[in-house]
């Protein structure tokens, strides 16, 4: 399985690209598609050949998934409890990317924050369900700073066999830059949940789109959805190195 399981890795960085470029035309102005998985995906699906390309992506991602899965479940069972609940978590993430390519492929279409919003309206009819929100929100919210702080300080050296030369830095600008960015928008989207959970208004909430979508509100807001979707795309690179020089 790990030959398939590195092509998932390289297709979620092609994936991450697609994103980054989404948001990059957002920044820009141009509307239309969302800036998310299933952008990207509806992006693939609508080129010649794009839905026989996804479902060969998601034979690979499910590979990718699996074995997650199967390694969480063995660290657990050695008593390796943070690794083993870190590759679990994302085989579950995988196994969703995977939902959402059949999805596409089969020639259906999904819509995230429509989802998102029904999930969250559900949950906020009592105050146990808002408490989970706003948990789940700040569950996102320390994935994101997680993500920033290996790329600041670099720990996701440790996944990758480095090559030496102009190669290794290549790689590390790639990694600094993508972790970076793609956890400032998990944390945008850890704050949609909990101001929707703190204002009890579920369209509050929102996936990765919606927090993009929510950076433009700020001051200089198009520069730096310019500079996340770069970063995104940059991650995307750097999936596509893990997928060669990671360990699984």
């Known amino acids: ?11 979620s960085g092609l994936l991450h690209v697609l994103i980054g470029a989404l948001a990059v035309r957002l920044a820009v102005g141009v509307q239309g598609g969302t800036a998310d998985q299933g952008g990207a ?13 996804l479902w060969a992506a998601s034979a690979a991602l499910a ?12 660290e657990l069972r050695w008593r390796q409890r943070g690794a ?5 978590a994302k085989g579950v993430v995988y196994s969703a990317v995977v939902v959402t390519a059949v999805t596409y492929a089969a020639g259906g279409h999904t ?18 369900g808002t408490v989970a929100v706003a948990a789940a929100g700040l569950a996102v919210f320390a994935v994101g700073a997680y993500h920033v702080v290996k790329g600041v300080r670099r720990r996701f050296r440790e996944d990758l066999r480095l090559p030496e030369g102009p190669g290794r830095l290549g790689v590390d600008v790639a990694g600094v830059v993508g972790y970076a960015a793609k956890g400032l928008a998990l944390c945008v989207v850890g704050v949609l949940f909990v101001v929707a959970a703190v204002t009890n208004d579920p369209r ?12 433009l509100l700020l001051p200089a807001g198009s ?26």
């Open 1 to 11: 399985m790990e030959p398939v399981a590195r092509v998932g890795y390289a297709l």
């Open 223 to 248: 520069v730096l959805l310019g500079c996340v979707g770069a970063g995104f795309a940059a991650y995307g690179v750097y999936a596509v190195v893990r997928a060669r020089l990671g360990h699984l």
């Open 111 to 128: 819509d995230t924050e429509d989802t998102s919003d029904d999930v969250t309206e559900q949950l906020m009819e009592n105050l146990a």
């Open 41 to 53: 995906l509806a992006a693939v699906a609508s080129t010649p050949g794009g839905q026989v390309l």
């Open 204 to 215: 509050e909430a929102g996936g990765l789109d919606a927090a993009l979508r929510a950076l």
């Open 63 to 74: 590979a990718l998934a699996l074995w997650h899965l199967v390694d969480g479940a063995l």
């Open 84 to 88: 083993g609940v870190k590759d679990l």
